[in-house]
């Protein structure tokens, strides 16, 4: 289920195919119902931290307060502005489209060097996009950002090439039989 409309406050952007966690109470409603419980029980953090598969979300809570976040590498993504003391959330940033677009001359310039525009900016000045494995909470007319999820290398000292070999044969397995669909 792709959303991409705008939601002032109200509404939730739900994108992608979240994987929750066996056992997660909510699910049989629906994602939305399934992060609303996450949330209960473990906080923004932690809850997004729960969550495997590309995901994007955004949901405005029981208490006026705004939670969104995006997977580990921002294969989905959430966009929004604050407009004074509200926050504005859509799954792109073209969606806040009103009147003459007020383009970023730094968006422009990282485009045309290094032919990306990192996050958090967009083309549109004053628009945002959340980075990968961050969620943000507005609440009381404060954004917060923060990062629910850091990646750690830690190389192994002495790899054998067959265990290394095996590893990687399985999780390709995985990772096919995860994403592929019967036909």
Not at 173 to 182: H, I, K
Request: some cysteine.
């Amino acid at each position: 289920k792709q959303q991409t409309l705008l939601r002032p406050l109200a509404g939730a952007v739900l994108t992608g195919a979240p994987r929750f966690p066996a056992g997660t109470s909510g699910i049989e409603q629906g994602a939305e119902a399934a992060w609303r419980q996450l949330l209960k029980a473990h906080g923004p953090a932690k809850a997004a931290l729960q969550v495997g598969g590309a995901f994007a979300v955004a949901l405005t809570l029981d208490d006026g307060s705004v939670f969104m976040a995006v997977d580990k590498f921002a294969i989905q993504t959430v966009c929004y502005r604050v407009d004074g003391a509200s926050l504005r959330y859509a799954a792109r940033a073209d969606a806040f489209g009103t009147g003459k677009p007020s383009l970023d001359p730094q968006a422009l310039f990282d485009y045309l060097y290094v032919h990306v525009i990192p996050a958090p900016r967009t083309v549109h000045q004053g628009v945002h996009r959340l980075p990968p494995g961050h969620y943000a909470l507005f609440k009381d007319g404060q954004l917060t950002v923060a990062p629910y999820w850091t990646p750690r290398f830690s190389p192994i000292a002495r790899p054998s090439f067959n265990a290394l070999r095996d590893e990687f044969r399985t999780l390709l397995r995985q990772a096919v039989r995860g994403n592929s669909t019967p036909a």
